[in-house]
């Protein structure tokens, strides 16, 4: 199972950004899919999640600024980043449960300047 990330970039504060991760090999029924980011220095955190329900769960500092959606004909998770702070700078990583099993994408940075 490979997870294939694209998107990230430098944006202005204020801007918006939109991640997406593919995920391919042998897959089959994906559970949670979701999005994680590290800054400098800092612990990997949660930014959102969303089980193949449709049921999301959103950290506190992105709810109401970022939406996460999945298109699971295609396996693929998707971010959508608007209002961006400087203090979302971080490089982000999708990842996937699959029979239990976490897989990890290798991360997009994403950088907002003030």
């Known amino acids: 199972v490979q997870l294939q990330a694209s998107g990230g970039g430098l944006v202005q504060a204020g801007g918006s950004l939109g991640l997406s991760c593919r995920t391919s090999?042998?897959?089959?029924?994906?559970?949670?899919m979701g999005w994680y980011r590290q800054a400098a220095g800092a612990q990997r955190e949660l930014v959102a999640r969303i089980y193949s329900s449709g049921d999301t769960n959103y950290a506190d500092f992105v709810k109401g600024r970022f939406i996460i959606s999945r298109e699971d004909a295609k396996n693929t998770v998707n971010l959508q980043m608007n209002s961006l702070k400087p203090e979302d700078t971080a490089v982000y990583f999708c990842m996937v449960v699959i029979r239990s099993q976490t897989y990890w994408g290798q991360g997009t940075l994403v950088t907002v300047s003030s």
């Open positions: 090999g042998n897959v089959f029924s994906i559970g949670v």
